[in-house]
């Protein structure tokens, strides 16, 4: 079974660009994370989707991003315009929404480097 | 607010010594916790989850409530054991991670 896949797994873009991460979850997965580590720092929670809904955007940094999961299914993450402190690698994790444990699956990341 | 805190960044044994990565966590009510592991070009893995009390890999951590503690410790490491550990903590549910810094374990041969 195929695990978490993101892409692209590198980008570098300049300062005030627009950049649009992927991710598609493990299939059946109805729960969805965002995560991001910035160098030196913790990895730190973006927002939850239970299938197509925001469940908790409350780490979302600011309105220059924009999280969608049309359909329920992939998710996509779009920085516009991208700035210096934007850079660091994004994860993406998915999980179900059955049994006793929240267990989380990762992704291997997209390392986002905004010059 | 929920914090969890690894103190070391980085921990050196010698392979058949003992290992011990500290965590110490703070969180209104009654978290699960766990252990998360990365070894080297793979993705962040789950290594083991207090409320299953298991042993995975020889590892083991125990849940010190009175503490606020979940080291993870292991009686002799070996040399695939290195890697870059992270504690993290949810609430009940499906609700975010919260993880720590992480400490990069290095087992000296």
């Known amino acids: 079974e195929a695990g978490v896949t993101q892409f692209p797994s590198h980008s570098v873009i300049e300062k005030g660009q627009t950049v649009t991460l992927r991710c598609d979850p493990i299939s059946g997965h109805d729960n969805l994370y965002w995560y991001r580590r910035v160098m030196g720092k913790e990895i730190k929670f973006l927002l939850h989707?239970?299938?197509?809904?925001?469940?908790?955007e409350s780490g979302m940094p600011n309105n220059r991003f924009l999280a969608e999961r049309t359909g329920g299914t992939y998710s996509t993450l779009k920085v516009q315009p991208a700035e210096l402190e934007d850079s660091g690698v994004y994860f993406c994790?998915?999980?179900?929404?059955?049994?006793?444990?929240?267990?989380?699956?990762f992704g291997p990341g997209t390392r986002l480097t905004v010059l | 607010a929920q914090r969890v805190t690894q103190p070391e960044k980085l921990l050196s044994v010698f392979k058949g010594a003992p290992v011990e990565l500290k965590c110490n966590y703070s969180?209104?009510?009654?978290?699960?916790l766990f252990w998360y592991v990365q070894y080297s070009r793979q993705r962040l893995q789950l290594l083991l989850r207090h409320i299953s009390r298991e042993s995975i890999k020889g590892f083991t951590a125990d849940l010190n409530k009175g503490e606020t503690s979940f080291h993870l410790k292991k009686p002799f490491a070996q040399e695939e054991d290195s890697a870059i550990y992270y504690c993290a903590l949810s609430g009940s549910g499906y609700q975010k991670v919260t993880f720590g810094i992480g400490t990069k374990l290095q087992v000296i041969p």
């Open positions: 994790a998915s999980s179900l929404t059955s049994g006793r444990y929240n267990e989380q699956f």
């Open positions: 969180y209104s009510g009654s978290p699960e």
């Open positions: 989707f239970v299938k197509e809904s925001k469940q908790d």
